[in-house]
């Protein structure tokens, strides 16, 4: 089966994803901001399987073809991947992040500690 991407609610779903990437870049300067928008596209993903069932019991309200059926398999391609995606690029941030923080404070007590021992070598 073919899907019709020029149908409406796909097109606005491919815009909200470029949102929800959108923000992800835009909030890495924003520690707690990134927290909430990660975490609701966490709950997005956990209530894809309910969005699924929504859709299939009114599909002929906003689309042309049945694309629900009761595995998820097309919510899960559609909806959940690329949020999950977008999930794990956050978290390879909050890792690399982790990193950076971890080696500054290191290089802080390296130099801490050389100071402290050219104090006590001066006196």
């Avoid at 815009?15 to 923000?23: G, K, Y």
């Avoid at 609701?40 to 009114?58: D, F, I, Q």
């Avoid at 991947?81 to 956050?90: A, E, F, M």
């Amino acid at each position: 089966m073919s899907v019709q991407w020029s149908e409406p609610w796909l097109i606005g779903l491919m815009v909200f994803h470029v949102v929800c990437v959108s923000l992800t870049v835009v909030t890495c300067r924003f520690y707690r901001a990134q927290i909430c928008h990660f975490l609701l596209m966490v709950g997005l993903v956990y209530s894809a399987e309910y969005l699924n069932e929504l859709a299939a019991m009114n599909w002929r309200s906003f689309s042309n073809f049945q694309y629900f059926d009761s595995k998820g398999m097309f919510i899960s391609l559609i909806f959940s991947i690329p949020l999950l995606l977008n999930t794990v690029i956050i978290v390879m941030v909050w890792v690399y992040r982790t990193f950076s923080t971890m080696t500054e404070l290191k290089t802080l007590q390296l130099k801490r500690k050389t100071r402290r021992e050219k104090r006590e070598k001066s006196d």
